[in-house]
């Protein structure tokens, strides 16, 4: 069974820093697309950056491009999101999510089929 959890998340003054943690179990990061994606209140889900597994080219939405970095951990089956520079903006509940079909990474959320709980992150100003 897929199972992902994701940790990291909190409260923090703006221009802070936190790095999200999402652990797999039940199948390998290796052969898929990873995506983190986040939800604010009262807004659609947006993707935040991926990885594809085809080269691991990592990508970022303009908003967060040089502030956020995704990576995979020396941890097995671990990705990570460091973000720095938070913005109060940024405030909203981050997922990790696997498109077990493809190795290219899309923000189509569309394209994922298995998703972490979330874990929220609140940036105050």
């Known amino acids: 069974e897929v199972h992902l959890v994701e940790s990291g998340g909190g409260l923090v003054q703006a221009g802070g820093s936190l790095r999200l943690s999402c652990a797999a179990s039940g199948f390998t990061f290796d052969d898929y697309a990873i995506g983190w994606f986040r939800q604010a209140p009262g807004k659609d889900s947006e993707g935040v950056s991926c990885i594809s597994s085809s080269d691991g080219s990592t990508y970022y939405t303009n908003s967060v491009k040089g502030r956020f970095t995704m990576s995979s951990g020396n941890a097995k089956n671990t990705v990570y999101l460091q973000m720095n520079s938070l913005k109060p903006e940024d405030t909203a509940v981050y997922y990790c999510?696997?498109?077990?079909?493809?190795?290219?990474?899309?923000?189509?959320?569309?394209?994922?089929?298995?998703w972490g709980q979330g874990t929220q992150v609140t940036v105050s100003s």
């Open positions: 999510a696997v498109d077990p079909l493809e190795r290219l990474c899309s923000f189509s959320s569309l394209r994922y089929d298995y």
